[in-house]
């Protein structure tokens, strides 16, 4: 876009944003048209009605988890700056490669991952315990299973991943039990590249 | 293909001379029967069969003349027309004069054909100097045949008749300059491409479009009769032998329905058994499953090595046609389109590729293309009427034996030799099912926030679909499985498999756990109760027996041997019969889901007592190494649960009355820690051994306030009656 750096004028911090997160202003365009969209109150920032009038996201089975993700914890309100940082988690890795700034880039499988972690570790432990993993269970799996499908799904799960016996799955050995899968591909959101 | 089937099988069994000619092998046998009776009738035969057939070309003068009432006295001549032709003098002296030679000679029933008047280049030869203004000397002949017995036929087109009918056996004499022959050859070629289509833009385009009404249309009928297939055996519940003759049925069906509508057939037929495979594999039993994969794997080598057996045998019999550049050119053609194919391709797909193809694997893809059996029915199958069909099947076959042995035999250390990554075929784990899982939610939920979709919400879409409307009509009771669930249970029933190949003589001879199950369904309690319990004892009795005749030495108060083996043979038994008392657990095969539990009765705590280091020696790594455990990326060592199911404790409460579980734990214990275990002696309220009270307290602090519902706990003296059950008396300090 020819004349992008006009049309950003009205979003604040937009440059920063562009930086820290390496979308290009064309994005930053498109993201806060959405943002504006959710936005039913105008206020600038949305909360968690303004998520959940999406029905798609609502029937999601996490859907809750992922609304979740976007508030920092103990607030209940999204600015524009967070909801782009979180989008940001889903570009392609190697987009980003040029603007690698000092801390981890946003798109880096470390940052995927960790968003990926903390979308089963609510209680922010740094681990997921196996009632968390049950409950993950439970959401996506739901009506098909019985209940001692669940445990031992969970138990056999937990069983190949803790290495350190401690019956809880901490971030490395989430990140060690998908090595072999190619975080970026999963992770990742066409649109935004 | 079965046409040549046939005529393999025909020919071994006999060589009937009358059959046709096509087949290689019976191509051979014709040839050394034809010598043989040829060699035995030789003399007998009748002139006619040897005789020659002849054509005559002539421009009578004198000499041809000759020639004629040479050709005619000839014993075993046959002439079977001659043709005039402008040379010597005129085409019509020339027809005159052959009827005149004709009829002094009395065969005037040889026809006569009339040809060019002219010849092609324009050269005139007089001569009239040598043979006469009519050719023959001049000589008067008032009673010369009519012009009528001519033939109304043309020369060159009755040449070319003649010749057609009687294939490889005529000879041309041509004694006169060889217009006519020239012309016939004109003919033949203008003929030919007078009558080749005229290829028109309409042709290109449906040319093209045919290939793709052809590959597409193999692929609509393969899932058309998979789905119908699938269909089928939604109702087969009650037939269940048949099922493998369905799945059969309907693939071959497949196939010959692609046929009669000259659409690929392969394709149809390979599309058929993918949609299949994913419909039937839940609809028919397990037992038709391993039917129908053994049975097709089975067709597919014997075929394979049919053909091959033919291909050898074509080799030796054939005459080949040797022609260097042709199949030298073909053979380096052949690996330039393959090359040329996988890099095209390779670079079409990569950037889809989770893990895209290097060069070293595009090299693999490459040479390791070899060429077999698909080809050489094809060339082999080619019409007799192409004329270099015997060429192309020396070159196939070439081609066939250079890649399969060369490079079949030289890809493997090559291979390894260059180092290309290998497929890791273990790569699946619950975890990996479920964080993918989790991602894919993850991503289809903020691509909805982002209001934008890519190919997640079409693989969504038809997954909806495919749950909502196919399989509820194709499968007998359509229950939505999610895959997790479905890995799961693939991965359990692996590892009941590997135990039962590996420790197959132990859990094999079980006592049958279903025994046990059925007592469970058995309403009355009471008669339940005693019932199952004399079972258990009867287990326990039986696997101690075996225990005794083993460890002989326990009784004697000597030092422990180290028999891990027997161990781990009484742990496995218990494990599977607590296994087996647990409500529910039969809908999983959860024979390896207690591995863990082998050296450890489920539900302990024994590392608090036992460091686990210890614990490692005593039994657990032989049992993890012996059976191989298959999650086999994190060490194998043991796995004391903190908590575990409550429903794992009940059993285990139960056990506790006949104490045999923990007793060689206890063992196992003692074993290697002598000192402690004598410290563990106290606080025994019920006469048992302590460290059994310790290994199961945890057990007996779970909150279980409701007695277990199978068995009421027996009293204690119940087990020290039994002598078999009784914990042996092992006193370390003595």
Excluded at chain 2, 86 to 113: A, D, M, Y
Excluded at chain 2, 117 to 143: M, Q, R, T, W, Y
Excluded at chain 2, 500 to 511: C, E, G, R
Excluded at chain 2, 669 to 688: C, T, Y
Aim: hydrophobic residues 40%; aromatic residues 8%.
């Amino acid at each position: 876009m020819g004349s992008s750096k006009s049309t950003l004028q009205h979003i604040p911090n937009a440059q920063e944003l562009i930086q820290e997160t390496g979308f290009s202003p064309a994005h930053i365009q498109r993201l806060y048209e959405r943002f504006d969209l959710l936005d039913r109150d105008q206020m600038g920032r949305l909360r968690v009605p303004d998520f959940e009038a999406i029905q798609e996201l609502a029937e999601n089975p996490i859907g809750d988890r992922i609304i979740g993700a976007f508030f920092a914890s103990g607030k209940d309100t999204v600015d524009f700056p967070s909801f782009v940082r979180v989008l940001a988690h889903f570009q392609p890795t190697d987009a980003n490669r040029s603007r690698d700034s000092a801390p981890e880039p946003y798109t880096s499988p470390n940052r995927k991952l960790r968003f990926a972690f903390q979308l089963y570790d609510q209680d922010r432990d740094g681990k997921i315990s196996r009632a968390e993993l049950l409950q993950v269970l439970q959401e996506m799996l739901g009506l098909q299973v019985s209940d001692e499908q669940l445990q031992s799904i969970a138990e056999r799960a937990i069983q190949e991943a803790d290495l350190d016996q401690d019956d809880a799955i901490s971030f490395e050995e989430f990140k060690q039990s998908l090595e072999k899968v190619d975080i970026d591909q999963k992770m990742r959101i066409g649109f935004l590249s | 293909m079965a046409g040549l089937l046939q005529r393999v099988a025909a020919t071994s069994v006999t060589f009937k001379l009358s059959v046709q000619r096509s087949s290689p092998v019976y191509h051979c046998w014709f040839k050394f029967a034809k010598r043989y009776i040829y060699s035995c009738k030789h003399s007998q035969r009748a002139s006619a069969n040897m005789s020659k057939k002849l054509l005559l070309d002539v421009d009578c003068g004198v000499d041809d003349a000759q020639a004629i009432m040479l050709a005619l006295a000839a014993p075993r001549v046959d002439i079977l027309g001659i043709t005039c032709v402008h040379g010597n003098t005129s085409v019509e002296n020339v027809c005159k004069n052959t009827l005149r030679v004709l009829k002094v000679c009395n065969k005037l029933e040889i026809p006569v054909f009339k040809g060019a008047s002219k010849s092609i280049l324009g050269h005139e030869v007089k001569g009239e100097n040598f043979h006469g203004l009519d050719g023959l000397g001049d000589a008067p002949d008032p009673n010369a045949p009519s012009v009528d017995l001519i033939q109304k036929e043309g020369a060159v087109s009755a040449m070319i008749r003649i010749v057609n009918e009687n294939p490889g056996e005529v000879s041309l004499v041509a004694t006169a300059p060889l217009t006519n022959l020239a012309l016939a050859v004109l003919y033949n070629m203008f003929s030919f491409v007078a009558e080749m289509p005229a290829v028109e833009p309409v042709d290109v385009f449906l040319g093209v479009a045919r290939f793709f009404v052809v590959g597409l249309g193999g692929m609509g009928f393969g899932i058309l009769f998979g789905f119908v297939s699938a269909f089928t055996t939604r109702f087969t519940s009650k037939v269940k032998e048949i099922e493998p003759l369905f799945i059969f049925m309907y693939s071959y069906l497949a196939y010959l329905v692609a046929e009669l509508f000259a659409i690929s057939s392969i394709m149809a037929i390979v599309t058929c058994a993918l949609t299949m495979k994913y419909y039937v594999e839940e609809n028919v039993s397990q037992r038709s499953c391993t039917t129908i994969r053994h049975v097709v794997k089975m067709l597919g080598s014997i075929s394979e090595t049919l053909i091959f057996f033919f291909l050898g045998v074509v080799t030796i019999t054939t005459e080949h046609e040797w022609n260097w550049g042709f199949i030298l050119f073909t053979l380096f053609f052949a690996f330039v389109w393959r090359g040329l194919g996988v890099l095209v391709l390779t670079q079409i797909i990569n950037p889809f590729r989770t893990i895209p193809f290097n060069m070293k694997d595009q090299f693999g893809l490459a040479y390791g293309g070899l060429r077999g059996a698909v080809s050489f029915a094809l060339a082999f199958t080619l019409p007799d009427n192409i004329g270099r069909k015997q060429l192309f099947v020396t070159a196939t076959i070439v081609v066939i034996l250079f890649t399969v042995f060369l490079q079949g035999i030289s890809i493997r250390p090559l291979i390894e030799f260059i180092n290309v990554r290998r497929t890791n075929r273990n790569l699946e784990t619950i975890n990996v099912e479920v964080h993918c899982r989790l991602m894919e939610h993850t991503i289809a939920g903020i691509e909805d926030l982002c209001g934008q979709w890519s190919h997640f919400y079409w693989k969504d879409k038809f997954l909806k679909f495919n749950t909502r409307i196919l399989r509820r009509i194709l499968i007998r009771d359509s229950r939505a499985e999610s895959s997790i669930v479905a890995l799961y249970k693939k991965l359990e029933l692996q590892n009941a498999m590997e135990i039962l190949d590996t420790v197959a003589s132990d859990i094999s001879a079980a006592p049958s756990i279903v025994s046990l199950y059925e007592e469970k369904k058995n309403p009355k309690p009471k008669t339940f109760m005693a019932a199952d319990l004399r079972n258990m004892h009867d287990i326990l009795s039986k696997n101690m027996y075996r225990i005794r005749q083993r460890t002989a030495a326990f009784t004697s108060k000597h030092a422990l041997p180290n028999e891990q083996h027997s161990k781990e043979i009484l742990i496995r038994r218990h494990a599977s019969i607590r296994r087996s008392l647990r409500p529910g657990s039969f809908q999983n095969s959860t024979v390896s889901k207690s591995q863990k539990y082998f050296s450890l009765p489920a539900g302990q705590n024994l590392d608090s007592r036992f460091p686990p280091r210890r614990l490692n020696q005593t039994g657990d790594e032989e049992t993890m190494s012996e059976v191989g455990y298959p999650a086999a990326t994190r060490p194998p060592r043991s796995r004391p649960p903190a908590r575990s199911s409550s429903r794992a404790m009940m059993p285990l409460r139960r056990l506790h009355t006949l104490t045999e579980a923990a007793s060689v734990d206890v063992l196992n214990e003692i074993s290697e820690n002598p000192s402690s275990a004598a410290a563990r002696r106290p606080s025994d309220d019920n006469g048992l051994s302590d460290n059994l009270r310790n290994v199961h307290q945890e057990a007996e602090e779970e909150p279980a306030p409701s007695p277990p519902p199978l068995w009421a706990p027996e009293p204690r003296p119940n087990v020290t009656r039994n002598p078999l059950l009784r914990r042996p008396q092992w006193n370390p300090k003595t």
